[in-house]
């Protein structure tokens, strides 16, 4: 009985302690449907400073990742956006996987698709052009907003916003830069 009572004492507290926690929106109604979008930082500093070199003429590709824990009967669109000194379709383009040139929207964004909000990484794809060296940003945020991004106030870092979710990116890991060399 003593064996039976130390093997089932701790199976009892493995299966109690891997309960399925929110730690997105802590049972708050009003998060159910909020998502997060970011450039992925594979090195951990979270701080802005994700780079991407290309040599002209080549292609490269810069990790997107959305963060999400529920799967939705709907598909969530995240926008990004490109900026800097090098001009996109003289210096380089936005593609898709495949190589097809993608155009921005009359915003200025490019569109990721996520279907039915479940997270992963999805590429941005920069093919570098024969026409200069340089650099330029990839943006989770619209280097238009007529606030800048920040901390301290949430309503700066939304993405995109529908009647059914809302997605915001982040004030750490929303910009990688690409030096084209």
């Known amino acids: ?38 450039i992925q930082d594979l090195i951990g500093d979270n701080n802005n400073k994700v780079t991407a070199n290309v040599k002209q003429g080549d292609t490269i590709s810069v990790p997107v990742q959305f963060f999400s824990e529920r799967v939705r009967s709907y598909d969530v669109v995240t926008y990004y956006y490109v900026g800097g000194t090098l001009q996109r379709g003289v210096n380089y383009d936005i593609t898709d996987q495949n190589g097809n040139i993608l155009s921005p929207d009359a915003n200025g964004a490019f569109t990721l698709t996520w279907p039915k909000a479940v997270k992963g990484v999805q590429r941005v794809y920069i093919k570098a052009k024969n026409a200069g060296k340089g650099s330029f940003t990839i943006l989770t945020s619209n280097p238009n907003a007529a606030t800048p991004i920040t901390s301290a106030d949430v309503s700066t870092t939304v993405n995109n916003k529908t009647d059914q979710y809302e997605v915001r990116t982040f004030s750490q890991n929303y910009k990688a830069t690409v030096n084209v060399n």
Request: glycine share 8%; net charge negative.
């Open 1 to 38: 009985m003593k064996k039976i009572l130390l093997i089932a004492i701790p199976f009892l507290c493995m299966l109690l302690a891997s309960c399925e926690k929110d730690h997105w929106g802590n049972g708050d109604p009003a998060l159910e449907h909020v998502y997060y979008v970011g």
